[in-house]
């Protein structure tokens, strides 16, 4: 019995071992079939990937053969287990950049974890993959439950020590590159020991912190507004960005009714994401915050957005003061991140997902969400019986990766965005046919651009700005007669800003805001791009794209890494402070709910 059970334990450790080389060999493949295809330069990454990653399949590797030597029976269970969940976290690293073409965060782990959206891509897995993962965790428990003191034949020596001489080279041998995305060629554990986000203030900067805040958060009051009280639809297509569109980018066309819609009504072609994902993009379109990252703990109270549960301003409180009903609309569920709580607490009147009874019956898709038409078509069900003014902000998921097409069921960007550009269309004349536009506007825009490497081709046009650069297409024909392109620069905290201007007389802004719909429109002092390739930094966009810098958020130690900005010090102070205020709203957001409880 003794001897079975050394030699089970023997074939999973060189099993272990053969995956550990696999999957490393597998992510080298993966990336580089993904940024040569973006770059046109095939076979130029797999070297650099394996180097990267050969320090850490090493680790693995010497933890699962260490532990066979180890008397003491809880150091081999530790050292084991340890190996697995590095095993683990590296495939499934793998897979959430097949998926989402993002890197996976022990941040994100925490923040993400959702039950509901585990079960849902489980369901999605045919059964031959899940018995393969039953057995595969049956062996894993096996492996590191059941194990014996071994000795390894001067074969097996061997063969592990060349092994280790493989990745010990490739180690040294390091080949770099650089390249806008190049954490996708990181290892799994470099990406998250530098994701610093550092929010460690000296006492003299907190002290200062509510001044210096209320600076910021300052309001300017004008009565020049348009005092237009149109109706208005704010339209958020996922992942909608410039280089799919021929005429905003000349590098795809894969929007033409979009394209079309823009140029004969008003479009921007210098429109900028705050953020990389979606729940900070709603923030900064919703409430004019531009969420710099590391706030605070994203898992507390199990919900994102913290620090802007409460934040100083909000469209929804904006429209109701002014006599509008609101309204959200998701497509997805909204339970996902604590959604529709937070758009209830930030004024919504009326907030709706995917769990709408009238979707019964309908295909679902990633997050539980329903296609496009559908949700275009109870979007017209529901503005239909409203009396006006109102506002309604419509969320789109058809084109969220992993990309999933409505009408092939097939994985494509391309197809995906060609499907949400025609239903697009066939809603915009559903509201024409209903008259909308009589006293009606929509606002076409992004929550972030695409979860997907950047093309040479993109990289070469628009340098650090591809990352950042998504449409934004008004069509009002009560108050613009004739087609129009704005290239002055704004972003999407600009826009709370611009919608007030456009419904009140009185209108009120802070000091760097930008206004899209004055005339002619007022561009925003400076652009800032949290990144989602490096977390810890922010890319920023002065002058109208003449300024730019990278800066690293660590504390008192937030800097400029790269490029230079005409007034950094004011600039990394706005930064430093917005941080601060959003952490102290944070903590009296969590006091008042702990009072209601």
């Known amino acids: 019995m003794q001897k079975i059970s050394v030699f089970i334990n023997k074939i999973i450790t060189y099993t272990a071992v053969l995956l550990c080389l696999i999957m490393m060999n597998y992510r080298s493949l993966v990336v580089d079939n993904i940024l040569g295809a973006y770059t046109s330069c095939e076979k130029c990454y797999r070297l650099t990937v394996l180097n990267a990653d050969a320090g850490l399949i090493l680790l693995l590797v010497f933890l699962l053969i260490a532990a066979s030597f180890f008397k003491n029976y809880f150091l081999r269970l530790a050292s084991r287990a340890l190996a697995l969940l590095g095993i683990c976290y590296y495939l499934l690293d793998i897979y959430i950049f097949k998926s989402l073409n993002q890197r996976l965060y022990f941040k994100d782990v925490v923040r993400y974890f959702d039950l509901n959206t585990i079960n849902e891509t489980i369901q999605r897995e045919t059964s031959s993959t899940l018995l393969m993962l039953i057995l595969l965790s049956a062996a894993m428990l096996v492996f590191v439950f059941f194990h014996r003191v071994s000795r390894w034949h001067w074969i097996e020596k061997t063969g592990f020590s060349i092994v280790f001489l493989t990745l010990g080279v490739l180690q040294v041998t390091n080949k770099r590159i650089d390249y806008v995305n190049d954490i996708y060629l990181k ?21 200062a912190a509510p001044e210096k805040i209320q600076q910021i958060e300052a309001l300017t009051c004008q009565q020049n507004g348009l005092n237009n009280k149109s109706n208005i639809i704010l339209l958020v297509v996922e992942s909608l960005s410039n280089y799919q569109s021929s005429l905003h980018s000349g590098l795809n066309d894969w929007t033409p009714n979009l394209d079309r819609l823009a140029t004969e009504n008003t479009y921007y072609s210098n429109f900028f994401a705050n953020n990389f994902t979606s729940l900070e993009g709603r923030i900064a379109l919703l409430t004019a915050e531009k969420t710099f990252r590391g706030i605070s703990d994203f898992s507390e109270r199990g919900f994102g957005r913290a620090g802007y549960w409460n934040s100083q301003r909000s469209l929804p409180k904006l429209l109701n003061s002014h006599g509008y009903h609101t309204a959200f609309l998701d497509g997805a569920d909204l339970n996902f991140s ?184 007022k561009p925003a002092a400076c652009i800032y791009h949290s990144r989602g390739d490096f977390r810890e930094r922010v890319d920023v966009f002065c002058e109208q794209g003449l300024q730019q810098a990278t800066i690293e958020l660590n504390g008192n130690d937030t800097r400029i890494i790269d490029g230079n900005l005409k007034n950094s010090d004011e600039i990394i102070d706005f930064i430093n402070y917005s941080r601060l205020g959003a952490e102290q709203r944070h903590k009296k957001y969590l006091q008042v709910e702990s009072i209601k409880q």
């Open 338 to 521: 604590g959604t529709g709580q937070y758009m209830e607490g930030i004024g919504f009147d009326y907030v709706e997902g995917s769990e709408f009874k009238g979707y019964e019956g309908k295909p679902r898709f990633g997050f539980n969400s329903v296609a496009d038409e559908d949700l275009y078509q109870r979007v017209i069900n529901y503005i239909k019986n409203l009396s006006t003014p109102y506002f309604i902000n419509v969320i789109t998921v058809s084109t969220h990766a992993p990309y999933i097409d409505p009408i092939t069921q097939t994985p494509s960007i391309e197809l995906t965005t060609r499907y949400a550009d025609q239903a697009l269309m066939q809603f915009y004349l559903s509201l024409q046919q209903m008259n909308f536009f009589k006293n009606g506007v929509l606002i076409i825009t992004s929550d972030h651009r695409s979860m997907t490497p950047v093309a040479a081709n993109e990289l070469e046009k628009y340098g650090q700005q591809a990352v950042s650069r998504i449409p934004l297409i008004v069509i009002d024909n009560k108050t613009s007669t004739q087609p129009k392109k704005h290239t002055q620069y704004l972003q999407q905290s600009d826009l709370l800003n611009s919608i007030e201007y456009l419904i009140a007389e009185k209108h009120c802004s802070r000091i760097d805001e930008g206004n899209a719909f004055s005339q002619p429109p």
């Open 187 to 207: 290892n799994v554990f470099t990406i998250n020991y530098k994701a610093k986000e550092s929010i460690d203030y000296d006492q003299a900067t907190r002290q």
